[in-house]
T-cell receptor
Framework: DAKTTQPTSMDCAEGRAANLPCNHS???????VYWYRQIHSQGPQYIIH???NNETNEMASLIITEDRKSSTLILPHATLRDTAVYYC?????????????FGRGTSLIVHP | NAGVTQTPKFQVLKTGQSMTLQCAQD?????MSWYRQDPGMGLRLIHY???????DQGEVPNGYNVSRSTTEDFPLRLLSAAPSQTSVYFC?????????????FGPGTRLTVT
């Protein structure tokens, strides 16, 4: 799987959009980008994934650049409950990798 | 659905003791896995299973054993506990194919080895 690089920490004001970047410059054409988050003391939670098109669900939006070397997770109206560590992971679509491996992620703090 | 359940929630062991961390899921998921998370660190994969009777090692398997006799259960055994195994342990499950990376995690077991 391609490696990912994320900032160690970010902060955001409540009610504003939180934009979390992820660099995956070695990504190959058949690798999906996945995002998880982990609220303090809880197990990680799947958020969203995408291949090359932008994706949106009830939790967040995922924007993937045209060259697919980076992506941004957008929380459109961050709340205090969005304070968490956010993990960006890439996965081979061919299925050779069954289980994701997690890096250190980005610690997002949403402040009032 | 209860999802993924883990027991116990907290455990204190003395060095050299053995114990089993329990994990169960009621979603009929084929894939199950165990991670450990040390303070301020990301999750590290210990062992995983792609179906009943099939297990494989992850990144940090030493000191741990697993078995998968049923689809529902995936216990993690600590053979001889060491202080370095003090950590939070998470179990996860997922279905197969394209959704294999959409994992469901349990609430974790907080283990302290003295």
């Amino acid at each position: 799987d391609a490696k990912t690089t994320q900032p160690t920490s970010m902060d955001c004001a409540e009610g504003r959009a939180a934009n979390l970047p992820c660099n995956h410059s070695t990504i190959s054409g058949n690798e999906y980008v996945y995002w998880y988050r982990q609220i303090h003391s809880q197990g990680p939670q799947y958020i969203i994934h995408g291949l090359k098109n932008n994706e949106t669900n009830e939790m967040a939006s995922l924007i993937i650049t045209e060259d697919r070397k980076s992506s941004t997770l957008i929380l459109p109206h961050a709340t205090l409950r969005d304070t968490a560590v956010y993990y960006c992971i890439v996965r081979d679509r061919s299925g050779g990798s069954y289980i994701p491996t997690f890096g250190r992620g980005t610690s997002l703090i949403v402040h009032p | 659905n209860a999802g993924v359940t883990q027991t116990p929630k907290f455990q204190v062991l003395k060095t050299g003791q053995s114990m089993t961390l329990q994990c169960a899921q009621d979603m009929n998921h084929e894939y199950m896995s165990w991670y450990r998370q040390d303070p301020g660190m990301g999750l590290r994969l210990i062992h995983y299973s792609v179906g009943a009777g099939i297990t494989d090692q992850g990144e940090v398997p030493n000191g741990y054993n697993v078995s998968r006799s049923t689809t529902e259960d995936f216990p993690l055994r600590l053979l001889s506990a060491a202080p370095s195994q003090t950590s939070v342990y998470f179990c996860a499950s997922s279905t197969t194919g394209r959704r294999a990376y959409e994992q469901y995690f349990g609430p974790g077991t907080r283990l302290t080895v003295t």
